[in-house]
T-cell receptor, first 115, second 115 residues
């Protein structure tokens, strides 16, 4: 069975600070995909990134960066120079290959960026 | 990526009644999923909607309570039957494209309040 753990329930930072959201996953599959989604107060889920298990390169997209480490089963997400608009719930999710393509979500981290 | 129109966006319903949620996609997709997000919680998969066959339900969810239809490759409905206050949640549909899942797309969600 798959499991995703986001130990940080809530994080509060002041604008322009850097913040890292942690994600630890468990799976016995060797091929899998990891995702991050953002859920603003409006409720929709916004896709941020997908990473497959064979690609351990870190990725940067503007103020966002992701650190994937298979050795520690972690896929952490860093926001640099945070902004108030970054305030949202962030979910990490896992999908294994095979016929069942649904996502297993972590419990989410509520990020609040204060002005 | 696919664009999803989910309706209604929100509703307040009396206990004992039923509500049907619609999910329309702007392109043909292989798999559609229905998730529930209870207040302050993560997303939990209800079922996978299969075109031309019965939906596949996850543990804890039954067809009598959450009947699903998938008449074609672009449309699905989820009905929440005989509602109680415990059914108050956000319900989201999600799709996987023909390429096998590059960035799952979610509908904007339906906020259901049962009184």
């Amino acid at each position: 069975a798959q499991k995703v753990t986001q130990a940080q329930t809530e994080i509060s930072v002041v604008e322009k600070e850097d913040v890292t959201l942690d994600c630890v996953y468990e799976t016995r599959d060797t091929t899998y995909y990891l995702f991050w989604y953002k859920q603003p107060p409006s409720g929709e889920l916004v896709f941020l990134i997908r990473r497959n298990s064979f690609d351990e390169q870190n990725e940067i997209s503007g103020r966002y960066s992701w650190n994937f480490q298979k050795s520690t089963s972690s896929f952490n997400f860093t926001i640099t120079a945070s902004q108030v608009v970054d305030s949202a719930v962030y979910f990490c999710a896992l999908r294994v290959t095979g016929s069942a393509r649904q996502l297993t979500f972590g419990s989410g981290t509520q990020l609040t960026v204060l002005p | 990526s696919a664009v999803i129109s989910q309706k209604p966006s929100r509703d307040i319903c009396q206990r004992g009644t039923s509500l049907t949620i619609q999910c329309q996609v702007d392109s043909q997709v292989t798999m559609m999923f229905w998730y529930r997000q209870q207040p302050g919680q993560s997303l939990t998969l209800i079922a996978t909607a299969n075109q031309g066959s019965e939906a596949t339900y996850e543990s804890g969810f039954v067809i009598d309570k959450f009947p699903i239809s998938r008449p074609n490759l672009t449309f699905s409905t989820l009905t929440v039957s005989n509602m109680s206050p415990e059914d108050s949640s956000i319900y989201l549909c999600s799709v996987v494209g023909q390429d096998g899942g590059y960035g799952y797309t979610f509908g904007s969600g339906t906020r259901l309040t049962v009184v």
